[in-house]
């Protein structure tokens, strides 16, 4: 069982930048390839980066690409997302998921264990 906890959303200027944070419970983080997904009003959840469990893999949705970067501490077992130059259209909530198949990166929402998701607005 894993737990996660997303952290670091608020509030910010488009152009400004944010870093959300995903602190897991359990020994077994550094095993699981991680991801960030989220989810705007009225549309569907979409994919934005992962992470393979040793972090030397890693993708990124089109839309956030050069400007997203995901990262993980597997000491600390935590993962980030540094977002930089926002937009009003990565207005969303964020979720951080861990999934079993710790080398495969998966852009669909087939993870295991989900996190409660943690708000970023962007103002235009």
């Known amino acids: 069982q894993v737990q996660l906890v997303e952290s670091g959303g608020g509030l910010v200027q488009a152009g400004g930048s944010l870093r959300l944070s995903c602190g897991a419970s359990?020994?077994?983080?550094?095993?699981?390839?991680m991801g960030w997904f989220r989810q705007a009003p009225g549309k569907e959840r979409e994919f934005v980066a992962a992470?393979?469990?040793?972090?030397?893999?890693?993708y990124y949705a089109d839309s956030v690409k050069g400007r997203f970067t995901i990262s993980r501490d597997n000491a600390e077992n935590t993962v980030y997302l540094q977002m930089n130059s926002l937009r009003p259209e990565d207005t969303a909530i964020y979720y951080c998921?861990?999934?079993?198949?710790?080398?495969?990166?998966?852009?669909?929402?087939?993870?295991?264990?989900w996190g409660q998701g943690t708000q970023v607005t962007v103002s235009s």
């Open positions: 992470i393979t469990r040793s972090g030397s893999g890693s």
């Open positions: 998921a861990a999934d079993h198949r710790g080398s495969v990166i998966t852009t669909t929402a087939k993870y295991d264990y």
């Open positions: 359990g020994r077994t983080f550094s095993s699981y390839a």
